[in-house]
């Protein structure tokens, strides 16, 4: 999410989302901090560069939020907008308002123009954004492929016309900086394809994000030429299939579709499902399979899993294990370590240099990636003769001023992380998330006592409860005494207020398992008085 400010008014490039990592224990999306923007009433626009969720999967919560005029984005990014915003009740938050490329667009004091980029989805642009101040070209997602699955390419005419004209500051995609050479045609995949799909026998799975629908277009068309039915297999694949259909972006001949039940009825040669899960998320399509806990689908021996996806960093882990499971299972799984069933939706060096040389920005400001990524992406600018004090390698929150003079960090906003958790937003912080990390570490132990202050008789032996702590009968025995003679020993002395008790019963417990185990779970103590 990137906010362009100027007297007048401002507008928000991309408004997207990121996936928890294991450190985020519960935790659904992450959505960037939008604590800058509340309360504002001089936002014109949203632009949106294309449809990955991590570029539009938090414009519903930013609506919540803020009021918005209008968003603008090309029109297959619109029909999956249009999608997501009715999932969320918000149809009528903002007008829609539908960018071509080649075209401009006014909106208050900004000038939008728009080129086509060649990414993993259709519909791709890069924004240049024009103001008093200077022209800035925003790159979005891209890479230079010369082959597109469309025949839409990075319209390179168009960037090097960009560059006669001037451009005063490049913020470019940054998230393959440190690759060397050029990204893989998309058309790679669909030769790899074409290779594989015709020698197998038994059924085949295609594993890819749900969004790729270059992908999804190369395995049906092959499906097709081999006498193969289609199943699509997960919701959002099948969303997006749709909607790309009824939009014209994807072309499936009249029966070639069939519903994931009918899969059966089919001989194991004569079908190809599509399917989510090329992550390994838990619920998703593929790792259901994996686990033999999908409803309509099963692996068997002698089918044909096609992991067509790179994986995030953070789930390899997850990725593998479903690979073994399919594996276990008696199917053959190919990957892109063994097969060119994927490439990379981002410019390599060699197309970052190429975008460099085609629009000679004067300033360079890397986005899209891992810091190290940004410094490489630095480096390159530097190496294509842009001055060291016009690149800025930014943080989350930096405030970077442009004018006639040039470029320069004038400030910082404050910035950071909202946890989305079921149907709460922004409701979990730091402390909760370190409480599920020691959960989840040393599991948790509640003492629960109860006394009568009224009565002269010793208080009842108090209940140990034990959660995820691994203490053998034995431990949790002695626990229980402990938690007994300190609680009597505290009303022998005078002690009877209920927290001091509860405070006591958690040292002197707590310390008795660190002494014993090593560990310290979570030590929740609970005084009835009766």
């Known amino acids: 999410m990137t906010v362009y400010e100027t007297e007048g008014g401002c507008i928000v490039i991309d408004a997207g989302i ?4 294991d450190e985020h224990l519960g935790v659904d999306l992450i959505l960037p901090d939008m604590t800058y923007l509340k309360g504002r009433d001089d936002i014109l626009a949203v632009v949106i560069t294309h449809g990955h969720e991590d570029h539009v999967g938090g414009l519903p919560y930013l609506l919540r939020e803020v009021k918005v005029k209008e968003i603008i984005a090309t029109r297959l990014t619109l029909g999956l907008l249009k999608s997501k915003l009715d999932e969320h009740g918000l149809s009528r938050a903002s007008e829609l308002r539908e960018a071509k490329p080649g075209e401009s667009i006014k909106t208050g004091p900004f000038t939008l123009d728009f080129i086509r980029v060649a990414h993993s989805i259709p519909d791709a642009v890069a924004i240049v954004v024009e103001t008093a101040a200077g022209r800035v070209l925003h790159t979005g997602d891209y890479k230079i492929d010369h082959t597109p699955v469309d025949g839409q390419g ?3 005419g168009a960037l090097a016309t960009l560059g006669n004209k001037g451009v005063d500051l490049l913020l470019g995609d940054s998230t393959n900086a440190e690759r060397p050479g050029y990204t893989g045609s998309e058309k790679l995949v669909g030769e790899a394809f074409r290779q594989i799909i015709p020698t197998r026998e038994g059924r085949i799975l295609v594993a890819s994000f749900a969004s ?10 092959i499906a097709v030429e081999v006498g193969r039915k289609v199943a699509v297999v997960g919701r959002s694949m099948r969303k997006n299939l749709n909607i790309a259909t009824n939009l014209g972006y994807l072309e499936i001949p009249a029966g070639t579709i069939i519903k994931p039940a009918d899969i059966y009825l089919y001989e194991p040669d004569q079908v190809l499902i599509l ?13 259901r399979i994996a686990y033999d806990d999908h409803s309509t689908v099963r692996v068997e021996r002698g089918d044909t899993v096609i992991i067509s996806a790179k994986p995030v960093p953070g789930n390899e882990l ?12 008696g199917a053959e799984v190919l990957h892109q370590d063994i097969a060119d069933v994927h490439v990379s939706g981002h410019a390599c060096r060699e197309e970052l240099r190429l975008m460099l040389a085609l629009t000679r920005p004067k300033a360079v400001m890397p986005i899209h990636g891992e810091f190290r990524m940004l410094e490489a992406h630095a480096g390159l600018a530097r190496d294509a003769g842009v001055r060291a004090d016009q690149i800025i390698v930014g943080d989350n929150g930096t405030v970077v001023e442009l004018s006639r003079s040039g470029v320069r960090v004038t400030g910082e906003i404050e910035t950071g992380m909202t946890f989305v958790d079921g149907l709460g937003v922004g409701d979990i912080g730091d402390v909760a998330l370190r409480d599920r990390r020691h959960l989840s570490e040393d599991g948790v132990l509640i003492i629960v006592a109860t006394l009568s202050l009224r009565s002269s008789e010793p208080p009842l032996a108090p209940e140990l409860i034990a959660r995820g702590f691994a203490g053998t009968d034995a431990l949790i025995e002695e626990l229980r005494e402990e938690a007994a003679r300190i ?3 505290c009303l022998e002395d005078g002690v009877d207020e209920i927290k001091l008790l509860q405070e006591h019963l958690h040292d002197g417990v707590g310390q008795l398992v660190y002494d014993r185990t090593r560990r310290r779970p979570m030590i ?7």
Request: hydrophobic share 40%; proline share 6%; charged share 25%.
């Open 18 to 21: 990121a996936f928890p990592r």
């Open 212 to 221: 790729n629908l270059h992908r999804m277009q190369q395995a049906i068309d």
């Open 154 to 156: 990075t319209d390179v």
């Open 487 to 489: 609680l009597e020993e």
């Open 275 to 287: 399917c989510t899960g090329s992550q390994g998320e838990p619920m998703s399509a593929l790792t």
């Open 524 to 530: 929740l103590p609970v005084v009835v008085e009766v």
């Open 318 to 329: 997850r990725v593998h294990d479903s690979i073994n499971r399919l594996a276990r299972a």
